[in-house]
T-cell receptor, first 114, second 113 residues
């Protein structure tokens, strides 16, 4: 089945140690998003790629970066994770002009910072 | 910016009861979406609404897009234990570079067998 796959499902990293989360999709959607979701809160958009164009949300910390080497893959890099960055990170995809199906989310990566 | 008010924040109901939750916005959307999120998983789309006044069903779920385009509700009939989870409404104005999906804060549903 076409889907959005996030790896790993659980990631433990040390305070200040760079970490990369990955997302891949088989839907051939041209837009990919990264959301941060803290416990008991709604997902919060960090940034998205519209094709190759990167769109950063105004309040996304510089500590968070992203790469999209091709249509299928997108990475979230946290350069120096702090304790406050512990959260579920959700990747989502959509197709331009096709809001009909909303966004498709991956299962998320739960990040723990120790 | 746009904000969504989702209520109630949590619900504790008996199996078999009907459930209703709603979202209101300070501004209009051209799409309303309802997602369910199970613990440790990503949100899964339940129902999408694209037209003011639209009423759409998906099994035991029914959702409506408010006439003013500033609100939506979700009803679940005859709840079962697997309905447990967090339900999020989301509003979107898609087009162009693809609009941001604005989420409500969620309704946590607990079902007692």
């Amino acid at each position: 089945d076409a889907m959005v796959i996030q790896n790993p499902r659980y990631q433990v990293t040390q305070f200040g140690k760079p970490v990369t989360l990955s997302c891949s999709q088989t839907l051939n959607h041209n837009v990919m998003y990264w959301y941060q979701q803290k416990s008991s809160q709604a997902p919060k958009l960090l940034f998205h790629y519209y094709d190759k164009d990167f769109n950063n949300e105004a309040d996304t910390p510089d500590n968070f970066q992203s790469r999209r080497p091709n249509t299928s893959f997108c990475f979230l890099d946290i350069r120096s994770p702090g304790l406050g960055d512990a959260a579920m990170y959700l990747c989502a995809t959509s197709r331009t002009g096709d809001g009909l199906n909303g966004y498709t989310f991956g299962s998320g990566t739960r990040l723990t910072v120790v | 910016g746009q904000q969504l008010n989702q209520s109630p924040q949590s619900m504790f109901i008996q199996e078999g009861e009907d459930v209703s939750m709603n979202c209101t916005s300070s501004s209009i959307f051209n799409t309303w979406l309802w997602y369910k999120q199970d613990p440790g998983e990503g949100p899964v789309l339940l129902i999408a609404l694209y037209k003011a006044g639209e009423l759409t069903s998906n099994g035991r779920l029914t959702a409506q897009f408010g006439i003013t385009r500033k609100d939506s509700f979700l009803n679940i009939s005859a709840s079962i234990p697997s309905d447990v989870g967090i339900y999020f409404c989301a509003g979107m104005n898609y087009g162009g570079s693809q609009g941001n999906l604005i989420f409500g804060k969620g309704t946590k549903l607990s079902v007692k067998p």
